[in-house]
């Protein structure tokens, strides 16, 4: 394994983050969880990412228990706080009220007087700035959480909380954004942005919901133990699995296999090029799918394989940094 500074912070982080959404508490018993996450630490795998409204509030839970026996120190362990955790008003959004509670729930589903890194899960329109940020510095000097990040928001975002969460002196560390070969719609203003102001991207979906492995092919059935036939999974998956995204993926078989890599290990080993990715989070059914997709760290991907990638995808690649959205107000149940 090797590790990456989050930000301009000193906290190290592996490259590989062991994420939980939609696998536990749903698509996986609790055994299999656990197998996996066994199997990440025992890889090297130090970093572990979920979020209070993972599979309403289990996903949390099954990873508490799956990290029980773990020396605290030598794990970072992340959460969010945003989309409803239950059925009142305040359940949801960035109120001091939602995130102080919030706060306490995780730490008691995850068995830990604090986590690593807490993160705003969207932006909130109907909240004000300082309130939330204010909210994340209290918890911060209770011992609560360490650091803190924002996940999915759009770089004029970032800039205005910049400066509120610096005089706070709790600054930003982090973004956590959907980024892959195919949705790039990071590159164009939110990576300049943290660059500039020092935050590093946590990566989730990597592998674009598994269709970056290859396995699911134009004009095929999806297999039978996939994400696209799982309940709770498809809803996730379904709008990439068009004939022209899947006919675009297969051309990225002949360039893996000149790398000496599987499509996984090509596709996570991608997103760490970018040098403002701190860590590419993982999921995982099945440990195999671990140790194959930790081959990825440390790999270097040459300018002409990157170009042949490029010209691979072609239109079917998204960058459009308006397709970073948060709703206009927080959900309720």
């Known amino acids: 394994m090797e590790f990456r500074h989050l930000g301009k912070s000193g906290l190290l982080v592996s490259e590989i983050s062991y994420g939980n959404w939609i696998t536990h508490g749903s698509q996986?018993?609790?055994?299999?969880?656990?197998?996996?996450v066994r199997t990440a630490l025992d890889l090297g795998v130090t970093t572990f990412?979920?979020?209070?409204v993972y599979a309403g509030t289990k996903a949390e839970a099954v990873l508490g228990r799956a990290l029980q026996g773990q020396r605290r120190e030598s794990l970072e362990i992340f959460t969010k706080?945003?989309?409803?955790?239950?059925?009142?008003?305040?359940?949801?959004?960035?109120?001091?009220?939602?995130?102080?509670?919030?706060?306490?729930?995780?730490?008691?589903?995850?068995?830990t007087d604090y986590v690593d890194l807490y993160?705003?899960?969207?932006?909130?329109?109907?909240?004000?700035?300082?309130?939330?940020?204010?909210?994340?510095?209290?918890?911060v000097r209770a011992g609560k959480a360490h650091y803190i990040g924002v996940s999915e928001w759009r770089a004029e975002q970032i800039r205005e909380a910049y400066p509120i969460a610096r005089d706070l002196r709790i600054p930003l560390v982090s973004n956590q954004p959907q980024y892959s070969m195919l949705w790039r719609v990071i590159e164009p203003e939110v990576v300049p942005t943290c660059e500039e102001l020092g935050l590093s991207q946590v990566v989730f979906s990597p592998l674009a919901q598994g269709v970056l492995t290859g396995k699911y092919s134009p004009g095929d059935a999806p297999p039978a133990d996939s994400r696209a036939t799982d309940a709770s999974g498809s809803r996730f998956i379904g709008h990439l699995l068009t004939e022209e995204i899947l006919t675009a993926v297969q051309r990225l078989k002949p360039l893996a296999e000149q790398a000496g890599l599987t499509m996984a290990q090509l596709a996570i080993a991608w997103v760490l090029q970018n040098p403002n990715v701190a860590s590419a989070i993982v999921g995982a059914t099945r440990p195999a799918q671990l140790t194959e997709t930790i081959k990825a760290v440390g790999v270097k991907l040459d300018a002409s394989l990157l170009k042949a990638i490029d010209e691979a995808l072609g239109a079917v690649v998204v960058t459009d940094p308006a397709r970073t959205q948060s709703p206009e107000r927080p959900p309720t149940r």
């Open 49 to 52: 990412d979920t979020a209070d």
């Open 81 to 111: 706080v945003y989309w409803p955790t239950g059925e009142g008003p305040n359940d949801s959004g960035l109120s001091r009220k939602h995130i102080m509670e919030s706060i306490n729930g995780s730490l008691r589903r995850l068995q």
């Open 28 to 36: 996986v018993e609790e055994e299999a969880a656990t197998a996996c």
């Open 119 to 139: 993160q705003a899960h969207r932006f909130d329109y109907s909240t004000p700035l300082e309130e939330t940020l204010t909210a994340f510095a209290d918890i």
